[in-house]
């Protein structure tokens, strides 16, 4: 069977002690059944100061599964000052659990081959992604076609990865055509080919041209998305240093106090809403600086987690919710990087800001398949949005 992964998979290495946002802290680390009767016959290291029986005594259940209990600076037990790991110095890495063994890798095997990436809830992984567009294999030809939404995935990553679109525009575009396969079942290979046909893209890029979304709806629905997502993790007191500042900006602008929506008007900088006007026209100049990195991330993202196994039966749909969960996860980060940048204007939005809320926001986002579709379905009352709502938070 055929194993494939982009072309950055195998440059990873972990940087442990040097990491700024250690995986090993402010995270549920999940131990699984194999592990944790090993465990429970594997005494503490000696260099732990707080003893237990065994290895299980570190562990309790959350949301119904085992994990580290993390200490009450929300850091894993088994984590050295020096940020080492002390189960690691003292038995070796056999010892982890399967998630501490693989992560930050994501690996699914399918009937025809098996995929590799890696998560962006890593550092090190982000930083694997600055300089170039990763290439990725070509799944459509591997499978021969004997699923054509690996050719949907295929295309929708190479519409990301065309430079002459911004972020935006390909993220909705994308979303428009895979609502339209969506709706008009079973995805055919002819269907496909039409509608990432140049002509058909270029009627839709104009079409779609013409759509004009308030700027401060866009601004107020994204606040609210961001402190949707962050309310249990701030009520928990995790990630406090990355989302408190934020959240206080967010809270003080409430809707209506954004950008003017005629052009002309945001060259005033007089008053608050026009101020933040200001400060997003100067925000918008300095994302393009890292156009790259979102790329990258977000085609990362659409090969892990559009197609997974086991969900043949209702693939499209499940392709549009995780899409959907794609976008809501990159509005969100860019939101909190405006909102980084209007705390104080004048600091320069620098490559390491970026990668820590690509990082925290992946972790908060990280969500299983169930619980994505019962966010959205909480959310927004159905589980498919209307290409409307994806136009609204991205900002068309
Ligand atoms: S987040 Fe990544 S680089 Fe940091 S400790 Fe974990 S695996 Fe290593």
Same mark, same amino acid.
């Given at each position: ?22 995986? $090993?802290?402010? *995270? /549920?680390?999940?131990?699984? %059944? ?31 599964? #085992? ?62 992604? $600055? ?14 076609? +004997?699923?054509?939404?690996?050719? !949907?995935?295929?295309?929708?990553? /190479? ?7 911004? &972020? ?21 290979? +002819? ?25 401060? %709806? ?9 402190? %949707?997502? =962050? ?34 008007? #945001? ?12 400060? *997003? ?11 790259? !990195?979102? #790329? ?36 969100? &980060? ?6 980084? $940048? ?11 800001? !970026? ?7 992946? #972790? ?21 949005? %209307? *290409?409307?709502? =994806?136009?609204?938070? &991205?900002?068309?």
């Amino acid at each position: 069977m055929k194993h494939i992964f982009p072309d950055y998979y195998n440059e990873f290495h972990c940087i442990a002690d040097r990491c700024t946002i250690t995986c $090993c802290q402010e *995270w /549920k680390i999940t131990v699984d %059944d194999d592990t944790n009767r090993k465990w429970k016959k594997i005494l503490p290291p000696d260099t732990i100061s707080d003893k237990r029986k065994n290895l299980t005594a570190y562990t309790c259940k959350k949301d119904g599964a #085992r994990v580290i209990g993390l200490d009450q600076n929300h850091r894993c037990p088994f984590l050295s000052q020096d940020k080492l790991c002390h189960l690691v110095t003292s038995y070796g890495d056999s010892v982890l659990s399967e998630t501490c063994t693989l992560f930050p890798r994501e690996i699914h095997e399918f009937s025809t081959h098996t995929e590799a990436s890696l998560m962006p809830c890593c550092p090190a992984v982000i930083d694997l992604w $600055c300089e170039k567009n990763i290439e990725f294999p070509t799944v459509s030809s591997i499978v021969d076609h +004997s699923s054509p939404m690996f050719l !949907v995935r295929d295309n929708l990553i /190479k519409l990301l990865q065309n430079s002459d679109l911004s &972020i935006e525009e390909a993220l909705f575009e994308g979303f428009y055509i895979l609502l339209e396969l969506y709706k008009n079942q079973p995805v055919t290979i +002819s269907q496909i080919n039409e509608y990432f046909s140049k002509q058909t893209l270029f009627e839709l890029h104009s079409a779609l041209a013409d759509i004009n979304v308030p700027a401060d %709806d866009t601004f107020t629905e994204c606040n609210e998305l961001l402190q %949707d997502l =962050a309310v249990n993790y701030s009520k928990e007191g995790l990630y406090t240093g990355f989302l408190q500042p934020i959240l206080t900006e967010a809270e003080k602008y409430p809707k209506g106090t954004f950008l003017p929506d005629k052009p002309d008007d #945001r060259l005033t900088d007089s008053g608050t809403g026009s101020e933040l006007s200001g400060i *997003w026209n100067l925000f918008c100049d300095m994302i393009t600086d890292h156009d790259i !990195v979102f #790329r990258n991330f977000l085609s990362n993202e659409l090969f892990s987690d559009l197609i997974i196994p086991g969900s043949s039966s209702k693939i499209i749909e499940h392709m549009v919710m995780q899409y959907q969960w794609i976008i809501m996860e990159y509005t969100t &980060i860019r939101q909190s990087l405006f909102l980084w $940048c209007s705390i104080d204007p004048k600091n320069p939005l620098t490559y390491e800001t !970026v990668r820590n809320y690509i990082v925290i926001i992946s #972790r908060m986002t990280g969500y299983d398949d169930d619980d994505i579709r019962t966010y959205l379905e909480n959310s927004f009352a159905k589980l498919i949005w %209307d *290409w409307g709502y =994806a136009a609204l938070i &991205i900002g068309a």
